[in-house]
């Protein structure tokens, strides 16, 4: 039986808006269950229409200010933001834990990668400014000026909110803007906590704003005319929606979708290194994870023993307490997530998929959490369900080939374009397949996470727009040019 939550480390649910708590919504209410338990935590406020109107209107009227504030001031509260980030990580974590489920151990290093995010984007904000532009025939001084857009809205997902807010809101706030955030219903309480910290470390009241809401309280904010720009991280299905809601008005969107992310293992790859990786789309956040490596594709003469090993390595994965430091792979989200990721598992062997291991849902002292086995099927036709639709959920599709021609149509095979990984001693090979796989992310012989210095983000069904990096405060700025006659 695993222990109910700790909701004494609960925040009381609130909205944050304008620097002002509230405790009452008009978007009615939502009851929060920690996934380990199946038990309610609470019942989270949903934002309406009118505190979504509140909040913009709190973050149109602090936005001036705070463009125009000296740089080096908005510097120093993104350190001291990313400071208490680090104070607070511990509870953070545990905030985390409950929001869904996600276990201790990975959990643990979300507010690290936003404090991160943070530091590394206060450091662009006194070198944000412009170019001077070649002009001819007429004699003329032409410049440009990289300003921000003004209010950003930000929705994100349940499965890393910390993560997500310090990935968006590292470059949205150093460029100047200031946010809405509308953290999803089902993992809302790091995000409010997160609110708290934002007002301590001296973030004038109304540059971040806090709304946790469903669909609803998403479409109000989205489709409202004081908002200059759109930050979605979600799924395709709810981007497009935001997509078709937005074209009225043109609101600029940036979107980091879902992916199918393929691992290419050539037969020279070293496989020692690579038990530590094989697993890691399905035990990674339960695979629930954008950039999960959710299909292997390996090589003909190592197939076989590839696929021994695995499925010897998932015999060991044992699920567990998320509290407890030494579990590695918690629940999934909800109850609608285990009859989702159960339907595509009973429906794979009918499409050719051999079960390598797992399959079925957790029962015993597990029984009332939302587990599902570490699941392996090998042999995954390319073209079936498994090898094509993001689960998000613990499985992972096996498919074999021959040639590397064939591996770059079977990686690129999809509709998705996050992540790669390649797995080879030869380095010709691997920057070839760097340049030929059809993805945002590319990551050969070993993975650490995604560097906050460096673009991350998708093509095609994986989303437009990049975080991290420079690229991350260029897509919060947005570039005027100005010509003066000379
Ligand atoms: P989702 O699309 O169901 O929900 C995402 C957010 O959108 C939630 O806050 C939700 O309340 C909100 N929303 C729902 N309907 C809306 C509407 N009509 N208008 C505006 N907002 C609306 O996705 P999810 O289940 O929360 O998250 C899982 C998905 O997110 C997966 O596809 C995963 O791969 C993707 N993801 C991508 C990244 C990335 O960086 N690329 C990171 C994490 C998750």
């Not at 222990?3 to 304008?18: E, F, M, R, V």
């Not at 929705?155 to 460029?175: E, R, S, T």
């Not at 990674?284 to 190592?302: F, K, M």
């Not at 010709?428 to 460096?454: D, E, Q």
Request: with cysteine; glycine share 12%; proline share 6%.
């Amino acid at each position: 039986m695993i222990a109910d939550a700790t909701l004494d480390i609960l925040p009381k649910p609130k909205l944050l808006i304008g620097g002002r708590d509230m405790f009452d919504a008009s978007g009615g209410t939502h009851g929060h269950v920690y996934a380990a338990t199946g038990k309610l935590t609470g019942h989270i406020p949903l934002a309406g229409p009118e505190e979504i109107d509140a909040a913009v209107a709190a973050a149109r009227a602090a936005a001036p200010a705070w463009a125009n504030m000296l740089p080096n001031e908005r510097r120093n509260i993104l350190i001291r933001f990313a400071q208490l980030l680090q104070r607070d990580a511990d509870i953070l974590t545990r905030l985390s834990v409950i929001d869904n489920g996600i276990p201790l151990s990975v959990a643990q290093f979300g507010p690290h990668v936003a404090a991160d995010s943070f530091l590394y984007n206060a450091g662009w904000t006194d070198k944000i400014g412009g170019d001077v532009i070649a002009t001819w025939p007429t004699p003329a001084l032409d410049y440009t000026r990289d300003e921000p857009f003004g209010v950003v809205a930000v929705i994100i997902p349940w499965n890393g909110p910390i993560y997500a807010l310090g990935m968006v809101l590292g470059p949205a706030l150093a460029a100047g803007n200031t946010v809405v955030v509308k953290p999803p219903e089902l993992a809302p309480y790091a995000a409010m906590r997160f609110g708290d910290l934002a007002l301590e470390a001296g973030l004038p009241a109304g540059v971040v704003n806090i709304v946790p809401g469903g669909p609803a309280a998403g479409a109000a904010l989205t489709t409202h005319p004081g908002v200059d720009k759109i930050s979605f991280t979600g799924s395709g299905a709810t981007a497009r929606h935001i997509l078709s809601a937005v074209a009225p008005r043109m609101t600029p969107v940036h979107l980091e979708l879902g992916g199918k992310s393929a691992a290419v293992i050539f037969d020279d790859a070293d496989l020692d290194a690579l038990d530590a990786f094989s697993l890691s789309g399905v035990v990674n956040n339960s695979g629930q994870g954008c950039i999960n490596a959710t299909r292997l594709l390996v090589q003909s003469r190592i197939y076989d023993a590839v696929v021994d090993r695995i499925r010897a390595q998932a015999e060991q994965i044992a699920l567990g307490d998320p509290m407890d430091a030494a579990t590695r792979m918690g629940p999934v989200i909800d109850d609608r997530a285990v009859q989702r990721i159960m339907g595509m598992i009973e429906r794979a062997p009918g499409e050719g998929g051999r079960l390598v291991a797992g399959g079925e849902r957790a029962g015993g002292a597990l029984a009332d959490g939302y587990f599902i086995q570490p699941t392996v099927f090998c042999d995954v036709d390319p073209q079936s369900e498994l090898a094509q639709h993001e689960v998000f959920g613990p499985v992972l599709a096996i498919s074999r080939f021959d040639t590397e021609e064939e591996a770059v149509a079977l990686a690129n095979g999809t509709d998705f374009g996050l992540a790669a990984y390649v797995w080879t001693r030869d380095v010709k090979r691997a920057h070839g397949m760097a340049s030929k796989l059809i993805a945002g992310n590319i990551w050969v012989n070993g993975f650490t996470g995604i560097p906050i210095s460096a673009p991350f983000g998708g093509v095609g069904q994986s989303g437009q727009g990049r975080l991290g990096g420079i690229h991350g405060i260029r897509e919060y700025l947005r570039a005027k040019n100005v010509w003066i006659s000379l």
